[in-house]
């Protein structure tokens, strides 16, 4: 097959664009700067924002099925659409788990009880749009720079899954680890451990919050297997590990496979140091189930949790963050409510 990626040598792209390289399929990269392409695929230089400008020179490349990893807001997929009219009869657009009322829920901004679990491909999605606060919003967008500053995936989803000129398939993908991570996910506890530290505080609720992950080689797989079937047409998927961990069971994984002979302890929420709480309703978990994708796709990890556990933590140890948010450990801080706690 031809395959466009759009925003294909990313995070999750490479990965991506690797294996599907390595089935035989023939890609080209749609990106924002125009750098050599060693692997031997096709480069187009582009911008999301300003796609219809490219479609001539997709039309040259002929895909058969544009994969968009980087969709974010109604415009631009609106111009995907108008981008893939007559060009190409297949859309794998990503989205993301927090299009579920759940997520509302979790962020105290969607009114009503707790959202029932597992979160199934059927489960509500929030009433209120706004995922993320504004400056949230902004402060995303200096690391992920592709992100439109309107972002909202629930009318990504229903912008392309209505269209009438294109079959649509939609991945809706959890919190993503691996090398590359540039939200460095697991770097707060590692750096707690190279400094040091033997005991590591985590709030009470939070120590409890199950929510949905994904090792970034496993979801790009379930992006190539929805890519190349036609069973996939029309279809709305989640990807994620099952069973789904509790930060305090994730934390403690980490930990023993990297050695670590110290301690994870609970406080209560009221005795945690300030810079160690987050916001939101810790109440409302995000469970989520992938039987759909591994039903009907065949889809299962190609790499196990703890070996993903081990690369993931081996690139952090070796490319930490270029800025550190010192006040993230205030070890003063967390000293003292251990003391007060004992």
């Not at 439109?148 to 899954?161: L, R, S």
């Not at 047409?233 to 961990?245: K, L, S």
């Not at 992938?290 to 081996?314: H, K, P």
């Not at 952090?316 to 963050?321: I, T, Y």
């Amino acid at each position: 097959m031809r395959i466009l990626l759009i925003g294909g040598n990313g995070f999750i792209g490479s990965p991506l664009a690797r294996e599907l390289r390595a089935s035989g399929h023939e890609l080209a990269i749609l990106h924002r700067n125009a750098q050599p392409a060693d692997s031997g695929d096709a480069t187009i230089v582009g911008d999301q924002n300003r796609l219809l400008e490219c479609r001539e020179k997709i039309g040259r490349f002929g895909p058969d099925v544009i994969i968009d990893l980087i969709l974010s807001s109604e415009g631009q997929a609106q111009q995907l659409i108008e981008t893939a009219r007559g060009l190409v009869g297949r859309l794998v657009v990503l989205s993301s788990m927090d299009v579920y009322r759940a997520w509302g829920v979790m962020q105290q901004v969607e009114p009503g009880p707790l959202e029932p679990l597992p979160l199934t491909e059927d489960s509500a999605v929030r009433t209120v749009r706004q995922a993320y606060p504004r400056e949230t919003i902004t402060a995303i967008r200096s690391t992920f720079t592709w992100l439109d500053e309107h972002y909202d995936k629930i009318a990504v989803e229903q912008t392309v899954m209505s269209s009438p000129v294109v079959s649509v398939t939609v991945l809706r993908l959890p919190m993503i680890y691996g090398p590359g991570d540039r939200l460095h996910r697991f770097f707060p506890l590692l750096k707690r451990i190279a400094d040091g530290r033997n005991t590591v505080i985590l709030a009470e609720g939070l120590a409890d919050w199950r929510s949905p992950r994904g090792y970034v080689d496993n979801v790009a797989h379930a992006i190539a297997l929805a890519a190349i079937s036609d069973r996939a047409r029309g279809r709305i998927y989640n990807v994620c590990e099952e069973p789904a961990f509790s930060d305090l069971e994730w934390q403690t994984r980490i930990a023993k496979l990297l050695g670590w002979p110290g301690k994870l302890t609970v406080l209560p929420r009221e005795r945690t140091p300030k810079h160690l709480l987050k916001p939101g309703s810790p109440a409302q978990h995000m469970v989520a189930s992938s039987e759909r994708i591994r039903r009907e796709l065949g889809y299962g990890e190609i790499v196990e949790i703890d070996e993903a556990i081990r690369r993931t933590a081996y690139w952090e140890l070796r490319n930490p963050p270029s800025s550190i948010p010192l006040q993230q450990f205030d070890y003063a801080a967390e000293d003292a409510a251990l003391e007060t706690y004992a």
